[in-house]
Every structure is written in structure tokens, then in C-alpha cells.
């Protein structure tokens, strides 16, 4: 009850060695098998002041190929419901709901908010740099206009660093083994820092909505987020 009322006040939770040292090892382990026999997408989008900056397995290649992953992805959702006290599923897009993000050095990622309602980030290992800067409960969402060239405006005028500090509550999670971060993320306004030394930051993302949700503009956001391919908008979070 006490994490339930944490979670409703504050936006986000925190619980640390969620996994052990070993279970991280062999995660990181499977990753690394992976990644010897597969190619993964290298993602570069050039957008200020952080740009998008990372390698990912997405959700497919996690579902037919780590299903180690997968049935964890499965298993947190029951930790999801408990913490929020709501019925919420993994993400009818596949390619979406559970997939790992490997930062290299040097490597960011801009800041955004999530297309959904709850978002699970579980940390595997420790580098140097590569913290997640978050404002949770930041966003002020427009109802009827969620997707309109005004929402873009309003939430590109809250991202700006004297906004965000006049009037957001800024909080720093330095990436550690096991660390599970659980967050509204499509109210939580987040980015991550470059990675400066040591190995690749790798995390798994899992993502979590009520039933029945949808997104207008999911299959542009997907090839932005998941593919090196060109996209023909800017930002697409945001309709045309």
C-alpha cells in the first residue's frame, strides 16, 4: 500500500536489486548471444539538445529469440497492476511492448514522453554517465487535442531547461544492476545523459496501457524509434 501511495503521489517508483547480481549476468549473457549472432538497428535522429542516440533489440526479435526477456516482460505487468491498482496489459504492438536498449559511449536519448500509460525501465549493469533525468507528473496534457500542432508546442515550451526547472521536480537515477524505475511515462518528461566510459548502458524497456488503447501515429513513431530508416516528420509524435 505504501509503494501504491509513493506511485500515485509522486508519478514514479523505485526498487532497487528487483534483480539479483547473477540474474543480471545471465540477461547481460543472453543479450551478448544475441548480439553475436544478429545485427541490431544502430538509431541516430539529430534533434536538439539531446539527440537520439542508441541500439535496440525490439520487441519482435525479444519475443522470437529472448524469451527469457519475454516471460519477464509478463511477469513485472502483475508488479505494474499492483503498484498502480489498475488492469493494465502489455502492449498489443509487439514491437513496441518489451524491448532492450543498448547506449554505447557517447550515446543519448532526447527528450520524450512515452506513447504509454506505465513504463517499466529494469537496469542490468552499471556504467559510467548514462543517468535518466526525469519530471514526473510533469506534462499537461491536452484532452481532445492530443496529437495537434498546439500539444507539439506546448509540450516543446515545457521541455526547455528554464521551464523545466522553474517548474518541474527534477530527479536523477544513475543506472545499477537490478534497479527497476517505474514511471507514468506518458506523463513523465525524461531524456537520457551521454554514457562517457566503461561498457554499454543495457536496459530492458517494457511498456504497459490500459486495454483497447491506441496510437494515431504508431507505425511512423515505430520506424522512428526502432529502424535507422528516414521519416518524413521531425518529431513523429505529433500528426502533420
Not at 29 to 42: G, V
Not at 95 to 111: D, H, L, P, Q, S
Request: with cysteine.
Amino acid at each position: 500500500m505504501e509503494s501504491q501511495e509513493q506511485f500515485k503521489t509522486k508519478g514514479y517508483f523505485l526498487r532497487e536489486n528487483f534483480l539479483s547480481q547473477q540474474e543480471c549476468e545471465h540477461f547481460l549473457e543472453l543479450i551478448k548471444e544475441y548480439r553475436q549472432q544478429f545485427s541490431i538497428p544502430k538509431i541516430y535522429r539529430q534533434v536538439k539538445p539531446i539527440p537520439l542516440s542508441y541500439s535496440v533489440i525490439s520487441g519482435k526479435a525479444v519475443q522470437s529469440h529472448l524469451p527469457e526477456i519475454q516471460k519477464l516482460y509478463e511477469t513485472i505487468n502483475q508488479q505494474i497492476n499492483n503498484l498502480t491498482n489498475q488492469q493494465l496489459f502489455p502492449l498489443k504492438n509487439i514491437e513496441v511492448g518489451c524491448n532492450v536498449n543498448i547506449t554505447g559511449k557517447g550515446g543519448t536519448y532526447r527528450w520524450h514522453y512515452d506513447r504509454n500509460a506505465v513504463t517499466a525501465l529494469l537496469y542490468l549493469n552499471e556504467v559510467d554517465g548514462g543517468e535518466i533525468e526525469f519530471y514526473p507528473n510533469y506534462r499537461i496534457v491536452l484532452p481532445n487535442a492530443k496529437f495537434s500542432r498546439f500539444q507539439s508546442f506546448l509540450d516543446r515550451l515545457l521541455q526547455l531547461s528554464l521551464v523545466r526547472h522553474a517548474c518541474g521536480q527534477r530527479i536523477v537515477v544513475k543506472p545499477q544492476p537490478g534497479l527497476l524505475l517505474i514511471m507514468h511515462g506518458n506523463k513523465c518528461l525524461h531524456s537520457v545523459g551521454p554514457v562517457t566510459q566503461g561498457c554499454d548502458r543495457i536496459n530492458i524497456v517494457m511498456a504497459y496501457d490500459l486495454p483497447n488503447s491506441n496510437f494515431a501515429i504508431e507505425d511512423q513513431l515505430n520506424t522512428y524509434l526502432y529502424s535507422s530508416e528516414n521519416v518524413s516528420a521531425l518529431d513523429p509524435n505529433y500528426l502533420p
